[in-house]
């Protein structure tokens, strides 16, 4: 059972900066890699996804141009850089995996299936 693991997460001004990070405790063929937030009282949004072995990323229209995800096949590691962090950013923030390759669709979208999720780890912006 592969198991994953947020870190990172923590309380900053609005501005400011964090980088989170999802350690993969043993290695495992995925296809797709993103990390999704939840704040209370409203619905998991699509933060941004990568292609497993591509340059190709995906970031959801809230963060484009502010947060960056890249991948470390050596440390099995999954990264989030978060710059000029926003009140509206506050939330928990999770990483996940696709290791069937089967599902179609955008790989943010309500319909595609990640099969390894990490306990997130708290994101708190403050104004």
């Known amino acids: 059972q592969v198991q994953l693991v947020e870190s990172g997460g923590g309380s900053v001004q609005a501005g400011g900066s964090l980088k989170l990070s999802c350690a993969f405790s043993?290695?495992?063929?995925?296809?797709?890699m993103a990390w999704f937030r939840q704040a209370p009282g409203k619905e998991r949004e699509g933060v941004a996804a990568?292609?497993?072995?591509?340059?190709?990323?995906y970031y959801g229209g809230s963060v484009e141009g502010r947060f960056t995800i890249s991948h470390s096949s050596t440390k099995n590691t999954l990264y989030l850089q978060m710059n000029s962090l926003k009140p509206e950013d506050t939330g928990m923030y999770y990483c996940?995996?696709?290791?069937?390759?089967?599902?179609?669709?955008?790989?943010?979208?309500?319909?595609?299936?990640?099969?390894?999720w990490g306990q997130g780890t708290q994101v708190t912006v403050s104004s």
């Open positions: 996940a995996a696709d290791t069937e390759g089967l599902d179609g669709g955008h790989p943010l979208g309500t319909t595609f299936v990640y099969h390894l």
């Open positions: 043993q290695s495992t063929n995925t296809y797709y």
């Open positions: 990568i292609r497993t072995g591509f340059a190709a990323t």
